[in-house]
């Protein structure tokens, strides 16, 4: 499994506050992604990065934002958090393209 | 829109059967289609999968049927196991969409002892 690392693992915040969520890597794959897990939806992607700096949007890309400023770190960033937005978020990373592994996830709790 | 459906919800199996998990997909652009495993409070892990140019792929106790024509792919588990407890995800991937996974909603297969 490629060492992919997530931090922080739990989160509660509060509506409105800023949130971020790195991802690290020490596989130097060039493809990165942001998925959230919710019960009945399964795993929708968020965003994606394709390279350094080079990043593009998921089917679920509304109130999220992130930055890829070198290989090893994909953040993803929730400018003023909702309730909606609780969830469980992975991180995955791809070297071969079709073969993706996925982090250990980020409970994070808006109340 | 739901691009990869999958069935059933919930699956429970006896120890020793064979579970049966059923995926089909819409677009005819997909190249690759793995299954991954998750146990609570893991990440999911790929499993097994398989290229529209195979019908079949076996790995120990876990097979994967594909069927190109009805656009629809299975995972089979033998012999399952207690063990095999967890949640299965079906998923496809174009290589022309920058490989971003498309996954089924998910089945919780439970092996009773």
Redesign the interface.
């Known amino acids: 499994?490629a060492g992919i690392t997530q931090s922080p693992r739990h989160k509660v915040t509060e509506t409105g506050t800023p949130v971020t969520l790195r991802c690290h890597q020490t596989e130097n794959h060039r493809?990165m992604?942001w998925y959230r897990q919710d019960p009945?939806?399964?795993?929708?992607?968020i965003h994606?990065s394709?390279g350094v700096k080079d990043t593009?949007k998921?089917e679920v890309s509304d109130g999220y934002s992130v930055s890829r400023s070198k290989t090893e770190d994909f953040l993803l960033t929730l400018e003023s958090a909702t309730s909606s937005q609780t969830s469980v978020y992975?991180c995955?990373t791809?070297g071969s393209?079709?073969?993706?592994?996925?982090?250990?996830?980020t409970r994070l709790t808006v109340t | 829109q739901q691009q990869v459906k999958q069935s059933p919800q919930s699956l429970i199996v006896q120890k020793g059967g064979i579970s049966i998990i059923n995926c089909a997909y819409e677009n005819t652009a997909f190249d690759y289609f793995p299954w991954y495993q998750q146990f609570p409070g893991k990440g999911p892990a790929l499993l097994i999968a398989i290229r529209p140019d195979v019908s079949e792929k076996k790995e120990g106790r876990f097979t994967i049927s594909f069927n190109k024509s009805a656009k629809q792919f299975s995972l089979h588990i033998m012999d399952s196991q207690p063990g095999d407890s967890a949640t299965y995800f079906c998923a496809a991937i174009s290589g022309g969409s920058n490989y971003k996974l498309t996954f089924g909603k998910g089945t919780l297969l439970t092996v009773n002892p």
């Open positions: 499994d493809y992604y009945g939806h399964g795993l929708r992607l994606y394709y593009d998921g992975f995955a791809s393209h079709y073969e993706q592994y996925f982090g250990p996830g």
